[in-house]
């Protein structure tokens, strides 16, 4: 198994991490309830996608 030869100094190490970061989720609103959903999902408020009732939400 290889070993390394030099220490790796914490500004290479940190060049490599730099992709590596949280990114905050997106989100939209439903044209229908005017609720926040995630894109390219039903929304669970009203049940709705792409205009289309999808699935029936219960009232409680």
């Known amino acids: 198994m290889a070993n390394p030869k030099y220490k790796t100094s914490r500004s ?15 989100i939209s609103t439903c044209p229908q309830c005017q609720e926040v959903k ?14 289309r009732e999808i699935v029936t939400v219960q009232e409680i």
């Open 12 to 26: 290479r190490r940190d060049k490599r991490r730099t992709h590596k970061h949280r990114t905050a989720p997106t």
């Open 38 to 51: 995630k894109p390219h999902h039903a929304c669970m408020s009203c049940g709705t996608y792409n205009g």
